[in-house]
């Protein structure tokens, strides 16, 4: 590698340059937002460990760096599809691929959760350029009547907010449903914010073919990169 002197005209291109070296950088960093407790249309239990597990191998292979929050139903392959590549082809450097960020637990008091979770959140996001979205949504029990149902999971909407101004490249797998579906509706009616989406709209919203959505999802987010 032979590096050269880059000359600047004064002190205020020095800021920008190391802004563009930092926004650079993280575009080599996806953070994967989902969860899953149940699935619906063509997506099963087996499906989406398939597809999560073979998205992030596929992320590690093309030297992406993953950060995980360890979701419900996708934690566990996205970890078994990343050291799948890094121990085959990454020579074991795990730190340099691979980012766990399981939530903490056990808090006494419901404000004291939502209050450490809200930057634990932002933490999590602050190194990373690219964020996909996939299924999210949980159980939720009733306090009152202790009746279960399914909602669209808070936390993904929360990671949504904060990638969305902090200006991430956001990639939601409407397909997948959910609040991935409910923040790729959103997005799409902003076009022109998201114009790096324009060719993959329809394949992002419609498409369950496993091989075919992670190879556009590869795809945008090579786009992304300055080499």
């Not at 950088?25 to 249309?41: C, D, H, L, T």
């Not at 930057?119 to 009547?145: A, E, S």
């Not at 324009?198 to 999802?217: A, G, K, N």
């Given at each position: 590698?032979?590096y050269?002197?880059f000359?600047?005209e004064?002190?205020d291109?020095?800021t920008?340059i190391l802004?563009?070296?930092e926004?650079?950088?993280?575009?080599n960093n996806?953070?994967i937002?989902?969860s899953?407790?149940?699935?619906?249309?063509?997506w099963?239990?087996?499906?989406?460990e398939?597809?999560s597990?073979?998205?992030?191998k596929q992320?590690?292979?093309?030297?992406f760096?993953?950060t995980?929050?360890f979701g419900?139903?996708?934690g566990?392959a996205i970890l078994?599809?990343?050291?799948?590549?890094?121990?085959?082809s990454?020579f074991?450097h795990m730190d340099e691929?691979?980012c766990?960020?399981p939530?903490?637990?056990?808090f006494?008091?419901e404000?004291?959760k939502?209050?450490?979770?809200a930057?634990y959140r932002?933490?999590?996001?602050q190194?990373v350029?690219i964020?996909?979205f996939?299924?999210?949504?949980k159980?939720q029990?009733?306090?009152?009547?202790?009746?279960?149902?399914?909602?669209?999971?808070?936390g993904?909407r929360e990671e949504?907010e904060i990638?969305?101004?902090?200006?991430?490249?956001i990639?939601?797998?409407?397909?997948t449903?959910y609040?991935?579906?409910e923040?790729?509706?959103?997005?799409?009616?902003?076009?022109?914010?998201?114009s790096?989406?324009r060719?993959?709209?329809?394949?992002l919203?419609?498409?369950?073919?496993?091989d075919?959505?992670i190879?556009v999802?590869i795809?945008?987010a090579?786009?992304?990169r300055v080499?």
């Amino acid at each position: 590698m032979v590096y050269r002197p880059f000359f600047v005209e004064s002190y205020d291109e020095i800021t920008t340059i190391l802004l563009e070296i930092e926004r650079a950088v993280k575009m080599n960093n996806v953070f994967i937002s989902g969860s899953a407790y149940e699935y619906n249309g063509v997506w099963n239990e087996g499906r989406a460990e398939e597809f999560s597990r073979k998205l992030a191998k596929q992320l590690i292979c093309e030297n992406f760096r993953i950060t995980s929050g360890f979701g419900l139903g996708i934690g566990s392959a996205i970890l078994n599809g990343a050291l799948d590549e890094i121990y085959v082809s990454k020579f074991k450097h795990m730190d340099e691929y691979l980012c766990l960020r399981p939530f903490p637990k056990n808090f006494s008091k419901e404000e004291e959760k939502k209050e450490r979770h809200a930057k634990y959140r932002k933490d999590m996001l602050q190194d990373v350029g690219i964020v996909v979205f996939l299924f999210g949504n949980k159980l939720q029990t009733n306090d009152m009547t202790g009746e279960n149902h399914t909602i669209n999971s808070n936390g993904c909407r929360e990671e949504f907010e904060i990638a969305k101004q902090d200006g991430k490249i956001i990639i939601p797998l409407g397909s997948t449903g959910y609040m991935a579906k409910e923040i790729f509706d959103e997005i799409k009616n902003d076009k022109e914010r998201y114009s790096y989406l324009r060719p993959y709209w329809d394949v992002l919203e419609t498409e369950t073919d496993i091989d075919r959505l992670i190879q556009v999802v590869i795809k945008i987010a090579k786009e992304q990169r300055v080499y």
